[in-house]
């Protein structure tokens, strides 16, 4: 009998989230109620203003913004670019979009 070993990784989607249970809420629930003062940041460096100059946002793991469903009309030509590659072509057309918007930002600054 052979013994399989590996790694195991699991998805979670954000909009459905598992159910917590009684000890992790309870968990929260003290965290919670802790006053700000009772928090350790000793091992957290403080930000000054150098720190924040070239910062950008992270879109990723942590940061998801808010979608919005919306109808707009594309040039079929630039339509079919974007599905050349297969599913996916509405994120392709979000990162594309993202990119410009953000070089528009970073030039402005």
């Not at 006053?35 to 720190?51: K, R, T, Y």
Request: proline share 6%; aromatic share 6%; net charge negative.
């Amino acid at each position: 009998m052979s013994k399989k070993t590996g790694t195991v990784s699991y998805t979670i989607d954000p909009n459905n989230p598992p159910a917590l249970n009684e000890q992790q809420k309870a968990e929260l629930a003290a965290l919670n109620a802790l006053p700000d003062e009772a928090i350790d940041c000793s091992d957290i460096p403080e930000l000054n203003e150098a720190a924040w100059k070239n910062a950008q946002p992270v879109v990723g793991r942590f940061y998801r913004p808010i979608k919005e469903q919306v109808t707009v009309r594309i040039d079929a030509d630039v339509l079919a670019w974007l599905k050349a590659d297969g599913k996916g072509y509405q994120t392709r057309l979000n990162k594309v979009l993202r990119e410009v918007m953000e070089q528009e930002l970073h030039s402005a600054a």
